[in-house]
């Protein structure tokens, strides 16, 4: 950044109100020792910018993860772009509404954490973004099938530097919950290819996560793995080989016994944590029919279902989105009863 009077913005990853330790939020420390580098080096206008996902409040987060101390240590302001305004941009072909906090930043460092996710397989940079839509726009995107909004997302907002949190993300869910100790941050320009080499680190080729190449597709990066270039900073033996993380895929039994049409991240993510629980006590397996959740079972009926958009399902847990325990008791007490 050449011009030290430019506002730069950092956006971490802040999806639920959930310690970095869980596996799910970015670790305050990493977002300290940017501001620290950046106060260090004359920067004097800078901003937090955030939103979790539907179903959690920023304010929730921002009390349980820290960033109260940071606001306060580095005198700088906090913008919870669930409140924000939203102007409409035009996306590369996709009209999107994007939170007005983004028309402030001149340069943005993305700070996101390297997990798993129980729709879109991995989150990391490109998926980070999300956080800078407002709560309605996180409801059309899951009805637009998420990929294809991501990926365009990406040519309305540029992502100038990128420091992942590999410190413990969760290799399964995105709400964290099984924390995978890594201890690392990687640091890239481009979040297509940082995106690709996440993905492949967590066994999945760049093509199986279909917003990475639609985002290459799109002119946003690169998503050929041969032209990375890695250069590894302090103890080698932490990083030095990344296929050694576990091949974590909790995920994929559970979800088969999901039929997901549309779902809002919240939702979805509550119930394969739950359903986890159910697997661990040995009532999974009573499951006598799919469980249904997401949007598109609005106004329809069904045996079982998840999320007031199933309301007129016989048997259905409420709540937008219903919490993870909630979807825990009331499917326990549905199994046994």
Known sequence: IGDRDKMVGIKPNMVSASDPSNGATTHTEIIAGILEYLKENGFRKMMILEGSWVGDRTSDVFEVCGYQQICDDYDV????????????????????????????????????VMKGHCQTKITCALKNMKGLIPNTEKRHFHSMGLHKPIAHLNTGIHQDFIVVDNICGDLDFEDGGNPVVRNCIMAAADPVLVDAHAADLLYYRPEEIPYIKMAEELGVGSADLSRLQIRLIGEKST???????????????????????????????????????????????????????????????????????????????????????????????????
Not at 270 to 292: H, N, S, T, V, W
């Open 239 to 337: 990083v030095e080989d990344g296929k050694r993380l576990p091949e974590s895929r909790k995920v994929v039994e559970l979800k088969d016994a999901v039929e997901e049409v549309e779902s809002c991240s919240a939702c979805y993510g509550y119930l394969i944590p739950a359903l986890d629980m159910l697997k661990q006590e040995g009532l999974f397996e009573k499951l006598d029919c799919k469980i249904a959740v997401g949007q598109g079972y609005r106004g329809k009926s069904g045996k079982l279902g998840v999320g007031n958009c199933t309301c007129r399902f016989e048997h259905f847990v409420k709540g937008c989105p219903p919490t993870e325990i909630e979807i825990y008791e009331y499917l326990k007490k549905y199994l046994i009863q």
């Open 77 to 112: 302001e906090f913008h919870d772009t669930q409140k924000d305004k939203s102007f409409t941009k035009d996306c590369r072909g996709l009209e999107l509404k994007i939170c007005n906090s983004v028309k402030e930043v001149d340069f943005l460092i993305n700070v996101p």
